[in-house]
Nanobody, 128 residues
Framework: QLQLVESGGGLVQPGGSLRLSCAASGFTLDYYGIGWFRQAPGKEREGVSCISSSGGSTNYADSVKGRFTISRDNAKNMVYLQMNSLKPEDTAIYYC?????????????????????WGQGTLVTVFS
């Protein structure tokens, strides 16, 4: 069974940092492009960031550019999202998703873009 499991969410004050992790089981991430998405209460899903299978291409939404960094460690079958300078508007459930035919070209993932495998999400709350 193909699974992605996110972790690392929690409560943080504005200006703080969190690192989200996305662990794959049942398959190897090496050939999969990865997207990070978030959905805040009452809002539509937003594509936050993406990374190509090799890690050579990354993209970010304008809302997080310069604050978030996506990375991957294929040897550990993991993808990460380092989030710095967090703001209250970053509060959301964060999801990672994987797809063999996603190449992360040019821009952050579109919110309705199809991905083969999704995680269950991890909650990030930025409060003052």
């Amino acid at each position: 069974q193909l699974q992605l499991v996110e972790s690392g969410g929690g409560l943080v004050q504005p200006g703080g940092s969190l690192r989200l992790s996305c662990a794959a089981s049942g398959f190897t991430l090496d050939y999969y492009g990865i997207g990070w998405f978030r959905q805040a209460p009452g809002k539509e899903r937003e594509g936050v960031s993406c990374i190509s299978s090799s890690g050579g291409s990354t993209n970010y939404a304008d809302s997080v550019k310069g604050r978030f960094t996506i990375s991957r460690d294929n040897a550990k079958n993991m993808v990460y999202l380092q989030m710095n300078s967090l703001k209250p508007e970053d509060t959301a459930i964060y999801y990672c998703a994987a797809d063999r035919y996603y190449y992360c070209s040019g821009y952050a993932p579109k919110p309705n873009r199809y991905f083969e495998v999704w995680g269950q999400g991890t909650l990030v709350t930025v409060f003052s």
